[in-house]
């Protein structure tokens, strides 16, 4: 029987003319366990019918395999370009050609992945950005899918594991990282190295706090989706990076102190 790493979320993308490549997808296509989806055809065609017509170039790209080891399954998509051209061609009324460029050029990291997780993928979705950074120490639970769009299949992988494979399989070429252990005092300033803009969905207060300090001193912005009425809260810190955390509602606290303060004490400052 063929076991999966429940940690695995990164797809192997495999060129049938590299010798390397075409060695593994000979093995693949040799072993009964694993299902084989080809639709370069029909996606030819459609790159095909793009408006304005696709240059030659892009429709001579050689197409490649992508190997899902969580699935099982390897997968024929179009090249990079090709790939992204099409995938993205109906976002071209909300975000522009250039924008989209522009984004591409973005890392943009989703720390705690129950809210997290629709954040992540949306951005992955409307291509809005050009690499994701993920963190979450946590797994995900039966009680978790009544506000995470995963599955059963996902009980008892990590949530940002879970994350990752969802927008694998939305987008093989866009690079995804993921922090197993979730954002602590320890991982930190690795998770917000090289970053963006931050987007923070964490359930503690310490580290809220704490990952707030840091993007001050490193100027990276963070926003936050509240549950409060829909509210999108964001922090300039690449504007001010001096402006107080939390937009100085936390108040005269000193955030090293939250580490020792009990649930109880915590709630006036949450609030």
Not at 122 to 144: K, P, Y
Not at 157 to 179: S, W
Request: proline share 7%; net charge negative; aromatic share 4%.
């Amino acid at each position: 029987m063929h076991h999966t790493d429940p940690d695995e979320y990164r797809p192997q993308i495999l060129d049938p003319r590299d010798s390397a490549d075409a060695t593994v997808l000979d093995r693949l296509r040799s072993e009964p366990h694993v299902q084989t989806l080809d639709h370069h055809g029909a996606e030819l065609d459609n790159l095909r019918r793009l408006r304005p017509e696709p240059a030659a170039a892009l429709l001579d790209e050689p197409g490649r395999w992508v190997w899902y080891p969580w699935r099982r399954t390897l997968v024929s998509i179009p090249g990079p370009r090709g790939f992204k051209a099409l995938r993205l061609d109906r976002n071209r009324n909300a975000v522009t050609v250039e924008e989209q460029s522009r984004l591409a050029e973005l890392t943009v990291g989703v720390a705690g992945l129950s809210v997290g997780h629709v954040i992540a993928h949306t951005l992955a979705l409307q291509g809005l950005c050009g690499r994701l950074r993920l963190a979450d120490f946590d797994r995900v639970e039966l009680s978790n899918l009544n506000r995470i769009p995963a599955t059963v299949f996902d009980l008892g992988i990590n949530k940002a594991v879970a994350t990752a494979r969802r927008i694998a399989e939305l987008d093989p070429y866009l690079p995804v990282e993921v922090f197993h252990q979730g954002l602590t005092t320890d991982t930190v300033d690795d998770f917000l190295d090289g970053l963006n803009v931050l987007v923070e969905e964490c359930d503690s207060l310490d580290i809220k706090a704490v990952v707030r300090v840091a993007a001050g001193h490193r100027r990276i912005p963070v926003l936050m989706a509240t549950s409060d009425r829909g509210i999108v809260d964001v922090e300039r810190f690449d504007d001010e990076p001096g402006r107080p955390i939390l937009h100085g509602l936390l108040g005269p606290l000193d955030i090293g102190l939250l580490p020792g303060m009990s649930s109880k004490e915590k709630i006036p400052h949450i609030l």
